[in-house]
């Protein structure tokens, strides 16, 4: 009996993260969103001893829940030689790459599903990518694939709550007055994309926030659409976790530190329902501490 207790507690209490080296085999010199923010972050989980974490590779996404989200010119285009935009290269395989990193999204909602504490650790990352263009470093709206995906296969309302310092602004583009769907981002208001300033539709809620706000100040913003979040009563929330509010982020000119990302997690953690979370931006060489205090938050 004991040996069960215990063997049921750790399992209750172990992180699983989607991980694939894949995700670190493409990249551009110079360019912020590089392999090491995956590799660094992986060597970091690896080595800690706080929580216990199993890496899992995730199957690439199948297109139909893909064509939920994205148009199929825009899933085609994604195989021609062509940049999209300055941010955002044509890689060879980019297309295979933003399909593993959409599949991890879905493996993460499938695990969060099944009472798992659960993270996707991917690139490239989803937030800026509308229906139809690939643009801020984004290729496939992994978020947006993942909560159509929850809607069309039981739940009946489904929030994304997107903390990356810059606004979900393709996640907002294809759930857009989606009926169960709705979305909370807390961003850096004037900030890439521009976008973000007022709520959207009837289910998009944007929560601009001034450069170099306190931590303090910036914590009640991110609590007020926790909040707003709860209100709306989730059976499922997908977490848009970016880490480029940080306070030594060089994209952005936020103030948040690493016992805000814990905190954060704490209050996911609290929710009651599903939460799964995958990786967004964040920039800074400190990301494997973010993350880890954040998956510390969510398990702990
Ligand atoms: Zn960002």
């Known amino acids: ?76 285009r994604l195989s021609e030689p062509m940049d999209f935009d300055a941010d955002t290269p044509y890689f060879p395989n980019i297309a295979e790459r933003a399909r593993a990193s959409a599949g991890a999204a879905l493996a993460a909602l499938k695990a969060a599903r099944g009472g798992e504490a659960t993270f996707s650790l991917m690139r490239p990352p989803g937030h800026h990518a509308t229906r139809t263009e690939a643009m801020g470093f984004c290729y496939l709206s992994n978020m947006a694939i993942a909560t159509l995906e929850a809607l069309a296969t039981g739940a009946k309302r489904a929030a994304v ?8 602004n393709g996640t907002e583009d294809i759930l857009l007055n989606k009926p169960g769907a709705a979305l909370f981002s807390i961003h850096q208001f004037p900030c890439y994309p521009g976008t973000g300033a ?10 601009p926030v001034p450069p170099q706000t306190p931590r303090k100040e910036y914590r009640k913003v991110l609590q007020r659409a926790l909040d707003r979040l709860k209100e709306f009563k989730p059976d499922v929330v997908g977490v848009s976790a970016g880490f480029d509010a940080y306070a030594r982020d060089p994209l952005a000119q936020e103030t948040l530190e690493a016992e805000d990302y814990y905190w954060l997690g704490e209050s996911f953690r609290g929710l009651g329902v599903p939460v799964f979370s995958i990786l967004e931006g964040g920039y800074s060489d400190d990301l494997p501490d973010l993350v880890l205090a954040y998956l510390k938050g969510l398990t702990l």
Request: aromatic share 6%; glycine share 4%.
């Open 1 to 76: 009996m004991i040996v069960a207790a215990l063997n049921e507690q750790d399992e209750g209490s172990r992180m699983k993260v989607f991980t694939h080296e894949k995700s670190a085999s493409y990249h551009r010199p110079g360019h912020p969103e590089r392999p090491a923010r995956i590799t660094m972050t992986v060597e970091k989980l690896r080595t800690q001893t706080e929580i216990p974490v199993q890496c899992v590779r995730p199957e690439p996404s199948p297109n139909v829940a893909l064509l939920r989200a994205h148009t199929q010119e825009h899933l085609a």
């Open 161 to 168: 709550y997107d903390f990356d310092v810059h606004h979900g």
């Open 198 to 207: 007022r709520d959207a539709g009837d289910n998009c809620f944007n929560y």
